[in-house]
């Protein structure tokens, strides 16, 4: 837990760091960690040491460890990855927020379960800001009309955009993914539709968070540098996806 606890810290010191460096309130920044591929055991340690909220990326694995940790009743769990709209059902029983909204079909399936459940869920749009295609969201000219098929889900309360960068360690092409996202939202926040609140942009992980920070994220999904380097490789989690940049966990398990 000691270590856990360390990485915590030294990752949230790097955000208050990136937030003095731009002159942005650490206050607006919120730490999600992302808790994929790590043991529930140890997310028991993470719990104590004072996360209240975690990130998955695939839904049975996010539905096993609530079932496994329903103990800890103010856990709070995001689906952060993709979703297919015949496990909608699983996301409306027990998440609190589904980050990778990016079609109408997820979102009828959502809205018509959190509707028997009678609960409501925090979305994000996620959008597609690198072109590649093996990135799941929306392409950005697409996001306006998508927002506006959104407003007849009561149960769906949209939050914001998320996004993941291009893969690369050219921190000039992942800022532009970063600050495209940002534009998008300043432009529909313009006119957004009734109920559709665009405040949160979900961007940056272990290898970037600090440029995303400068390109005005409020959500940072950060596993790696929290729980130490995953065994399995991130095409895992992302079709064709080359190697995410490097993590910088203080120490790996
Ligand atoms: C795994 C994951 C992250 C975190 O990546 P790290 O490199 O572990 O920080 C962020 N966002 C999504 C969608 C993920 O699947």
Redesign the pocket.
Known sequence: MAQIRANLASVRRRIDDACNQCGRDPATVRL?P?S?TVAVERLRLAYAAGCREL?E?KVQEARHKHQTLADLTDLRWSV??HLQTNKARYVARFASEF??LDSVRVAEALERRLQQEGRALDVMVQVNTSGEDSKYGLAPNQVAPFLKALTPFSCLRVRGL?T?ALWSSDTDRVRACFARLRQLRDRLRQNAPDRIDLTHLSMG???D?ETAIEEGATVV???????GA?PLP?SH??PDAAS??T?QAEQTP
């Open positions: 999600l992302v994929k990130g990326n952060i990855g980050q990778a998320m993941l992980m272990s290898g968070f999904r950060v596993g790696q540098a929290i729980f995953r991130d989690y992302w995410s940049p993590p």
